[in-house]
């Protein structure tokens, strides 16, 4: 299980030694927590009840145990982050895999004939060799001519049965 990015953010605030709702943390993560003596419930009135960390020092190595985070700041923000790399991911919580992220952010292009494109303003001639497919890594700055009919395929082995 990973730790979920709201409750991350929460127990960032419960470190700083601030109480919250009981009512915003709700998570099987908080219910360990609670278990565990890490988080403790304060009633204040009739029915409401607030969370806070007692020792925001003893938090600290149980995230290290359970979730491999070695700073709960520096994972909310590369969770946060929309330009995360796996080197980051690891360094904040030491699992690359932590958040789904794409590592090829282009695609596979197969023409039957030779085709005229353009890459970043350049003219570029796409050629047909039984095998070999062409991979467009900057698709922003890809364009085909309106004449084209472009064909989306998901399994590659479609590439394959292109007629020659």
């Known amino acids: 299980m990973k ?3 709201h409750i991350a953010a929460k127990l960032l ?3 700083q030694l601030e109480k919250l709702p009981a009512s915003s943390l709700k998570h099987e993560v908080v219910d360990e927590l609670l278990q565990e003596g890490l988080l403790q419930k304060q009633m204040q009135g009739r029915g409401r009840t607030y969370l806070f960390a007692p020792s ?3 938090l600290a190595p149980y995230l290290h145990n359970r979730f491999g985070i ?3 700041q520096a994972y909310v923000q590369t969770m946060q982050s929309n330009t995360t790399n796996r080197s980051a991911l690891v360094e904040a919580t030491s699992n690359s895999k932590t958040k ?3 590592s ?3 695609f596979m292009v197969a023409t039957p004939e030779p085709m005229n494109v353009t890459l970043n303003h350049q ?3 796409l050629l047909p060799h039984p095998g070999l497919f062409t ?3 900057d698709y922003a700055n890809f364009e085909v001519p309106a004449d084209v009919t472009i064909v989306g395929v998901e399994n590659a082995e479609n590439f394959n049965n292109l007629p020659q």
Do not use: E, I, K
């Open 104 to 106: 090829f952010t282009g």
């Open 3 to 5: 730790l979920p990015l």
């Open 135 to 137: 991979y467009v890594a």
């Open 56 to 58: 925001a020092a003893a």
């Open 100 to 102: 789904r992220l794409r």
């Open 123 to 125: 003219p570029v001639t």
């Open 70 to 72: 070695n700073d709960l």
């Open 13 to 15: 605030l419960l470190q």
